[in-house]
């Protein structure tokens, strides 16, 4: 049996960072609801906002968030395909 690791490796990765309940929430509802900031979150998850600042930063550096500036905001979106399909796969219609 042949194995592409390298594919296992992003997978993998993306799996560290939404180990976490807030990372994977946020992620699930950025997907859900579409673009958010922070102000946003911090009122959902009831989670300080340099908590939600401080997970977001993981999530940036794993590839699966990206921040768009409008005015004076900056509003986050899912853009990682593997991550869309991993919260596709956990909670299926609940999105």
Not at 9 to 36: F, M, Q, S
Not at 79 to 92: D, E
């Amino acid at each position: 049996m042949e194995m592409d690791l390298k594919d296992h490796e992003i997978t993998a990765d993306i799996l560290k960072a939404l180990g976490h309940p807030v990372r994977l929430c946020i992620t699930k509802g950025l997907i859900a609801n579409g673009r958010c900031n922070v102000s946003y979150m911090e009122e959902c998850l009831e989670v300080s906002q340099s908590g939600v600042s401080q997970h977001l930063s993981k999530l940036k550096n794993a590839g699966i968030v990206k921040g768009f500036r409008t005015g004076n905001e900056i509003y986050y979106e899912v853009i990682s395909k593997p991550a869309k399909n991993i919260i596709q796969a956990l909670y299926g219609e609940d999105l």
